[in-house]
């Protein structure tokens, strides 16, 4: 029986997509070349295995003359840019409303977790949150799922995990979660779990 349901928040809560969050800061021209260079090894970034203002200042030097005022101004508010997706707002008014704890385990830098505030509208009903950064540990790995069962004092066997990647779902249902790759469609996820809830 699924009492719990755990978000991610890249493309699951709100909207990641550097291209998007890019276009805030450079021109068409210089697009490619700016995301290339500041998306670099952002897993590294997520896993908390570089800290945040070496990865900037390393960033930062690679860019060209012209873009490096864009790449400093990108570090500071990149967050600002991940527009809250209406479906999955729809879905947690949904579990909610069935009385399900909702929580959040998401691959993500310490400094998104310090900016989390940032996104209340979209994470005011969820119970705890656990973010990779931190940690220095990431999905896919199974420790960071142990750990926010641990966390969260949940069983996996009832908890359903969203997440937009195939291969965090994969190393999720591993430990014994349910899990669904979440396309940002609420119905799918519905019907999922009026057949198996």
Not at 64 to 76: H, I, R, T, V
Not at 87 to 98: G, I, N, Q, S
Not at 108 to 136: T, Y
Request: charged share 30%; aromatic share 16%; proline share 4%.
């Amino acid at each position: 029986m699924i009492k719990n349901i755990v978000f991610d928040f890249g493309n699951v809560i709100g909207k990641f997509d550097p291209d998007y969050i890019c276009g805030f800061y450079c021109d068409k021209e210089n697009l490619e070349t700016f995301k290339d260079i500041i998306f670099d090894k952002w897993a590294d970034l997520d896993a908390g295995y570089i800290e945040y203002d070496d990865f900037k200042n390393e960033k930062i030097d690679r860019l060209p003359e012209n873009l490096k005022d864009a790449g400093e101004n990108f570090f500071k508010d990149w967050y600002t840019h991940m527009p809250l997706l209406e479906e999955t707002k729809e879905l947690v008014r949904y579990f909610k409303a069935k009385g399900m704890r909702l929580f959040l385990l998401s691959n993500a830098p310490q400094f998104f977790a310090d900016h989390i505030d940032h996104f209340k509208e979209g994470v005011e009903s969820l119970e705890d949150m656990v973010f990779s950064g931190p940690l220095k540990m990431a999905k896919p790995d199974k420790e960071i799922y142990l750990y926010a069962m641990k966390k969260f004092n949940t069983k996996p066997e009832e908890c359903l995990f969203l997440d937009d990647k195939a291969e965090n779902v994969t190393a999720a249902r591993l430990i014994g979660m349910n899990a669904l790759v979440y396309k940002g469609e609420a119905q799918p996820v519905k019907e999922w779990y009026a057949v198996f809830g």
